[in-house]
Structure formats: C-alpha cells, structure tokens
C-alpha cells in the first residue's frame, strides 16, 4: 500500500515535465540532430537536395581559408566586446553594490530597463548617434570643426560598440549579484587587518567577485560570438561575422546541406566554451542574475 | 575618496552609454523636421500619425501583439508546469532535465532557428504563422522556466500539505491554494515571454513567411531600404509597450500586495 502510493508520488512530476519536455524533444533536440544529418547532404546544381552521406560540405566548411578566418574574426570580436564589457561593467556594478546612496533601487531598475528593451532598438540607435545625420555630426558641424559631416558608421569597430552596448547590462547584472552577496565584514577585517582600500579590494572582493565577472564574460561572449543583427545594421560589406554567413546561406543562397555545416561548427565552438566553463565553474551562477 | 568618486564618475558614463542612445531615439521621434534626424525643429507627433496610416506598420505591429500573447500563454504553461516538477518534486535525473530546461538559451538562436527552420520544412511544414509560433515558444521556455522557478522556490510547501489534510483533493489544492499563489509567478512569467518574443528579431527573420513582418523585422526592413523618419516613433512606441506593461504590472502587483497586506 505505501509501495503503491511511494508509485503514484512519482508520476506526477512526469506528467507536468512532459509538455515541456515534448517540446523541447521534438523542437530542439530532434531538430538540432537532424542538421548534423543535413550537412552530410548535397545541394546540386539545379537546387535540389540530394539525400546521402556527402562530405563536401564538410571539406568546404574545414579546409577553405575563407571560413576560418571568419570563424578566427568572429572570436575576435567576441574577446574584445567581452574584455570591454568587463572594464566598463565593474566599476558599475561596484557602484551600484556598494552605494550608500538611496536611490540604490532605482539605479538597479535602470539596469534591467535594456533587457526589456528591442536589440534592434538599441542597435540601430546608433545610427542616429553617428550616422551622417546624427548627433554627433550635427554638433561637429555647428561647431564649426567639419565642414562635411564624417562618415563613422559601417566599420569594426561600430559592430563592436554595437556589442558592447547591446551586452553591457548582462556583464553589469552578474557581476552585482556576485557583489551583493559578498559578507561585507570580511572588507572590514583586511582593513581592520591593516590593509589599504585598494589591497583590501584585489585580496578579497575581487576575489570572491570572480564568479560574477565569469558569469557575465561568458554570456558576452557567446551571445556577441553568434549574433549575424548588430554586423548587418551596424557593419560594413566585410564585417560579416560567422553568424552572417549562416544567415547568407540559409536565407539568401538557399545552401541549406552547407548552411547546416556550417552552423555545427558554431554550434561546437561556441558549445564547447560553454562546457569548459561548466567544467570549472556552476552555470548556476548565470541563473542567479535572472531570479 | 578618489578612488570612489573615479567609480562613481565610470558608472555615470557607463548609464549614459547605456540609455543616452535609446534617450536620442525618443527624443527623435517627436522631431516636427520633415526628416525625423538633428536638428530638432519643433515638437510634433506627426510620425505617430503616419505610423499609425501605414497599413505595413499596423499589420506588422498586429501580427507581433497575437505572437506575444499566444507564445506567452503556451509558454507560460509549459514553463509552469515544468517548475513545478521541478520544485516541488524529487526524482532521479533531475539535473540534467533542469539542464534539458534551459538548453534553448545554451544553444545559440542562430543554431536554435535554423535547425527549427530545417526541420520542420522537412516535415513539409511551409513556413507559417505556426513555425513562428513554435520558434518563439521554444526560445522563451528557458526565461520563463528560470523566473517562475525564483519565485516559486520562495512559495512554502505546508500551505499545499495543510489543505490536503484539510480534506482537498490534489486537484482541488492546486487550483484553490497553489495557483493563487503563483499568480505572481505566472504573471511575470507570461509578461517575460511576452517581451522577449515582442523583441525578438535573430529567430523571427529565419522563421517568418514571405511578406510577414513583425515589429522589429519591420524596423529591420526600413534600416535596410532608407532609414526612414518613421523608425524613431516606431521604436518608441516598442520601447512604450515593451517597458511600460512591466513597470505598471510590478506597480499593480505591489498595490495588491499592500492593499491585501494592509
């Protein structure tokens, strides 16, 4: 009788898992195995699918130059965005942890107002911002010190202020969390212990910080390594990233078998990020930001 | 003191980077110049005006305002559901089902929407309202799975054990005791999904039908072809709903809360 009840007991999780479950069996797991099984297919001349075991999508993809150093320029993009979130993000999140000030909570709803906010939207804010008509040009003019205003949109190093602006807020938000739960006792006993600020603040906070700042790095990274939006609203004809050349070949050239390779490869590298840092540290930490 | 007030210096800027851009695009968006850019010539809501004459502005906007809300409701019940399983119940393989979870937000949704893509047009599935719908439920999962269990976490379990002592069936004990108070859960859950499938653009442009647009691959479209005056009010009007409908929920649930507390 209580063998039978123990039974019924563990059921019920089942059945409230299975909706959820069902739907991310049949749309993303299911379909993530059936790209692998994709990019072994061919694309023939006519443009037609030609179902087999194929390995020129995979030569292509491996061997061609052109799609490593996309692959090598995306990585690129992502460690600078990261490096520069982390620089900016710190002292913010510092601020915000240890102000004394009583607009504390406001500052904190100021600093999840982004996450609600359209990637387009502040993506293509930029636009008004640097763009031949934007601010910037407008108060140079006036100012008298360009006569034609400068063309500084379309380049690197606007996607990469793009990123930057569209990443900040989750290296800001990890980081505080990680902050906020720090004893503050224990800055108080290396002072008391004869510490300066400043030793006191690389020997014990930004120690017991680092979780935080690893949480935020790593979401930077892998969300800048794969976005294909922010180098088409805000890059040039050859800031392509590797997201931008799945999207070429799946929406625009309709190479799907070579689209499907070539998302594999994101998929691998930016998967294996993910797990050297799951390795070393909890992704727990990344859903302690959102609760 | 330096130190600090170099740190308080950084985060100004660093508020200012973040939100002075944004600030641009709505301060634009009321320009009365004819093309919505610097200078500011006047006040005016003729761009809302035209905004609201362009029949592609207003289908894209009606299409987004359907998806949000029937994603936010399938997703929501799944990710509910989910939670409870996982919050309430012990069983083996837990960790990797928790994993299972919030896989969506681990792949990236470059990957994530071309494999949906794919394979549901091996299905024969043409692409549809339907793959859209199925594409933005599968990517909110993950937020709302991890929101709902936050709150859920903090709802104590001797409420649900009092009422079926009390003689409540389990049915009776959830839709009497435990959903009451997960309405605070559910509802932050259902807004989340909301936005962020009223946001979403990287997925949308893979899963949408020829000649469907919705908000933000509209405004994709105008940056494209020209930037067209219109864009700034358009992104205002997002920023409206997208901002607003949260802040006013959190404010009418924290009005409950003191009323009923008080």
């Given at each position: 009788?209580?063998?039978?009840?123990?039974?019924?007991?563990?059921?019920?999780?089942?059945?409230?898992?299975?909706?959820?479950?069902?739907a991310?069996?049949?749309?993303?797991?299911i379909?993530?195995?059936?790209?692998?099984?994709?990019?072994?297919?061919?694309?023939?001349?006519?443009?037609?699918?030609?179902?087999?075991?194929?390995?020129?999508?995979?030569?292509?993809?491996?061997?061609?130059?052109?799609?490593?150093?996309?692959?090598?320029?995306t990585?690129?993009?992502?460690?600078?965005?990261?490096?520069?979130?982390?620089?900016?993000?710190?002292?913010?999140?510092?601020?915000?942890?240890?102000?004394?000030?009583?607009?504390?909570?406001?500052?904190?709803?100021?600093?999840?107002?982004?996450?609600?906010?359209?990637?387009?939207?502040?993506?293509?804010?930029?636009?008004?911002?640097?763009?031949?008509?934007?601010?910037?040009?407008?108060?140079?003019?006036?100012?008298?010190?360009?006569?034609?205003?400068?063309q500084?949109?379309?380049n690197?190093?606007?996607?990469?202020?793009?990123l930057?602006?569209?990443?900040?807020?989750?290296?800001?938000?990890?980081?505080?969390?990680?902050?906020?739960?720090?004893?503050?006792?224990?800055?108080?006993?290396?002072?008391?212990?004869?510490s300066?600020?400043?030793?006191?603040?690389?020997?014990?906070?930004?120690?017991?910080?680092?979780?935080?700042?690893?949480?935020?790095?790593?979401?930077?990274?892998?969300?800048?390594?794969?976005?294909?939006?922010?180098?088409?609203?805000?890059?040039?004809?050859?800031?392509?990233?590797?997201?931008?050349?799945?999207?070429?070949?799946?929406?625009?050239?309709?190479?799907?078998?070579?689209?499907s390779?070539l998302?594999?490869?994101?998929?691998?590298?930016?998967?294996?990020?993910?797990?050297?840092?799951?390795?070393?540290?909890?992704?727990?930490?990344?859903?302690?930001?959102?609760? | 003191?330096?130190?600090?007030?170099?740190?308080?210096?950084?985060?100004?800027?660093?508020?200012?980077?973040?939100?002075?851009?944004?600030?641009?695009?709505?301060?634009?968006?009321?320009?009365?110049?004819?093309?919505?850019?610097?200078?500011?010539?006047?006040?005016?809501?003729?761009?809302?005006?035209?905004?609201?004459?362009?029949?592609?502005?207003?289908?894209?906007?009606?299409?987004?305002?359907?998806?949000g809300?029937?994603?936010?409701?399938?997703?929501?019940?799944?990710?509910?559901?989910?939670?409870?399983?996982?919050?309430?119940?012990?069983?083996?393989?837990?960790?990797?089902?928790?994993?299972?979870?919030?896989?969506?937000?681990?792949?990236?949704?470059?990957?994530?929407?071309?494999?949906?893509?794919?394979?549901?047009?091996?299905?024969?599935?043409?692409?549809?309202?339907?793959?859209?719908?199925?594409?933005?439920?599968?990517?909110?999962?993950?937020?709302?799975?991890?929101?709902?269990?936050?709150?859920?976490?903090?709802?104590?379990?001797?409420?649900?054990?009092?009422?079926?002592?009390?003689?409540?069936?389990?049915?009776?004990?959830?839709?009497?005791?435990?959903?009451?108070?997960l309405?605070?859960?559910?509802?932050?859950?259902?807004?989340?999904?909301?936005?962020?499938?009223?946001?979403?653009?990287?997925?949308?442009?893979?899963?949408?039908?020829?000649?469907?647009?919705?908000?933000?691959?509209?405004?994709?479209?105008?940056?494209?072809?020209?930037?067209?005056?219109?864009?700034?009010?358009?992104?205002?009007?997002?920023?409206?709903?997208?901002?607003?409908?949260?802040?006013?929920?959190?404010?009418?649930?924290?009005?409950?809360?003191?009323?009923?507390?008080?």
């Open positions: 009788m209580a063998l039978a009840a123990e039974g019924e007991r563990d059921a019920r999780p089942w059945i409230l898992l299975s909706p959820a479950l069902t991310i069996t049949l749309l993303l797991a379909p993530t195995c059936f790209v692998v099984v994709y990019s072994f297919w061919l694309r023939t001349a006519t443009g037609d699918e030609q179902v087999g075991f194929y390995l020129d999508n995979w030569i292509e993809v491996l061997s061609d130059p052109f799609y490593r150093d996309i692959l090598l320029y990585l690129k993009i992502g460690v600078i965005t990261t490096v520069c979130c982390a620089l900016m993000g710190y002292p913010a999140a510092y601020f915000i942890a240890f102000s004394k000030m009583r607009n504390k909570a406001f500052l904190l709803l100021l600093l999840m107002l982004p996450f609600w906010i359209s990637y387009i939207i502040r993506t293509m804010s930029w636009i008004n911002i640097l763009g031949v008509s934007g601010a910037v040009n407008y108060a140079l003019q006036t100012l008298g010190i360009v006569g034609q205003p400068i500084m949109l379309y690197e190093a606007t996607v990469v202020l793009g930057i602006h569209f990443l900040l807020p989750f290296m800001v938000l990890n980081i505080y969390v990680s902050l906020e739960g720090i004893d503050p006792n224990l800055n108080a006993a290396a002072r008391s212990l004869g300066t600020p400043f030793q006191a603040f690389r020997e014990v906070t930004l120690p017991l910080s680092l979780p935080g700042l690893a949480a935020g790095s790593l979401l930077c990274f892998v969300l800048g390594s794969g976005t294909y939006i922010t180098p088409l609203v805000l890059g040039g004809p050859g800031d392509g990233m590797f997201a931008n050349l799945i999207y070429d070949a799946i929406i625009t050239q309709l190479n799907w078998p070579l689209g390779a998302s594999i490869v994101l998929l691998v590298v930016l998967g294996a990020v993910v797990l050297l840092y799951n390795r070393y540290l909890s992704l727990g930490q990344i859903s302690k930001g959102l609760g | 003191m330096t130190g600090w007030s170099f740190i308080r210096l950084a985060t100004i800027l660093v508020y200012l980077f973040m939100f002075a851009p944004v600030a641009v695009v709505m301060l634009l968006a009321f320009n009365a110049s004819q093309f919505g850019s610097f200078p500011m010539t006047g006040l005016s809501l003729r761009w809302f005006v035209e905004l609201a004459q362009n029949d592609a502005i207003v289908r894209a906007f009606q299409t987004s305002m359907v998806l809300a029937l994603t936010s409701v399938i997703s929501t019940t799944l990710g509910v559901t989910a939670s409870l399983a996982m919050v309430r119940y012990d069983f083996p393989g837990k960790n990797l089902l928790n994993t299972a979870l919030i896989a969506p937000i681990l792949v990236p949704e470059v990957v994530l929407a071309v494999s949906l893509l794919l394979f549901l047009q091996f299905l024969s599935m043409p692409k549809n309202f339907v793959l859209l719908l199925l594409g933005h439920v599968i990517f909110t999962l993950p937020f709302v799975v991890l929101v709902v269990q936050a709150r859920l976490v903090g709802i104590k379990k001797e409420y649900e054990e009092a009422a079926q002592s009390l003689g409540a069936s389990p049915i009776q004990t959830f839709f009497q005791v435990t959903l009451p108070l309405m605070p859960a559910v509802a932050a859950g259902m807004l989340f999904a909301f936005t962020i499938s009223f946001d979403d653009i990287t997925g949308t442009l893979f899963w949408k039908p020829p000649g469907v647009e919705t908000v933000p691959t509209q405004i994709f479209a105008m940056l494209r072809n020209s930037i067209s005056p219109e864009i700034n009010a358009l992104g205002t009007v997002m920023i409206i709903i997208t901002v607003a409908l949260p802040l006013t929920g959190a404010g009418i649930a924290r009005w409950l809360a003191s009323r009923s507390g008080g």
